[in-house]
């Protein structure tokens, strides 16, 4: 059994198009995440939410609107997309954060192209 | 803000021990995890230090000292599986430990 399971694994999609990228977590975990992976390899936080509750927006442009319809499941639609959105979402997820382990559960990625 | 610094690349042979340093700024956190991940694939957790010390986890080591803003990770008997990118993160006090901070990476190359 996938413990984060996120749709599709690939995207490619012409500038301007919406898109959508869902994510699902079967450990009862209660902070789900989304993070961005650019081309550097660099993995940059983009939102944090804790059941179901957002409660980190790390200044990422309000094309991208998350959605936690319950607190194991966290979607991701974009609006209006450009080149420099291509990259490797990766949804995550862990139990009250990460200070108690420092672990998170990261899904296989997403990999979005924008032509 | 945090910045954590890794080197970009290390190369080393089959069998080996390697060491890869995170030197970080950071104005609090609740501890240092490493991650790894392999080309295409998920990032996976591998050790967390919540206090000073080493932290042993089979081939695997993590050391983290708060005073000298430094931590590593040393791997033993390297194998050409662990070839992959290895990442230090924290979680800033800022972030009530929910934005967990990644380093710039470090991809490893394990030759025979």
């Known amino acids: 059994d996938t413990a984060v399971s996120q749709t599709p694994k690939y995207l490619v999609t012409q500038m301007g198009n919406d898109k959508s990228i869902k994510c699902e977590q079967n450990?009862?975990?209660?902070?789900m995440y989304w993070y961005k992976q650019d081309s550097k390899k660099f993995l940059k936080i983009m939102f944090s939410y804790n059941n179901k509750e957002l409660i980190i927006n790390e200044t990422v442009p309000n094309r991208f609107s998350p959605k936690s319809p319950d607190k194991a499941h966290l979607n991701l639609h974009i609006n209006s997309l450009e080149l420099g959105d291509s990259a490797v979402y990766f949804c995550?997820?862990?139990?009250?954060?990460?200070?108690?382990?420092?672990?998170?559960?990261f899904g296989e990625g997403s990999r979005l192209t924008v032509l | 803000g945090q910045s954590l610094e890794q080197p970009s690349e290390v190369t080393a042979v089959e069998g080996a021990i390697v060491q890869i340093n995170c030197t970080y700024q950071t104005s609090g956190f609740y501890g240092l995890s490493w991650y790894q991940q392999h080309d295409g694939g998920a990032p996976t957790f591998l050790s967390y230090?919540?206090?000073?010390g080493l932290e042993e986890t089979g081939r695997f080591s993590s050391f983290l000292s708060r005073s000298d803003s430094y931590g590593y990770l040393l791997l033993q008997e390297l194998q050409m599986k662990d070839s992959a990118s290895y990442f230090c993160?924290?979680?800033?006090?800022?972030?009530?430990?929910?934005?967990?901070?990644f380093g710039t990476g470090t991809q490893l190359k394990v030759e025979l």
């Open positions: 230090n919540a206090l000073d």
């Open positions: 450990l009862g975990h209660d902070t």
């Open positions: 993160a924290v979680a800033p006090y800022t972030g009530g430990g929910n934005k967990l901070t």
């Open positions: 995550a997820s862990s139990q009250g954060g990460a200070t108690n382990t420092g672990e998170l559960f």
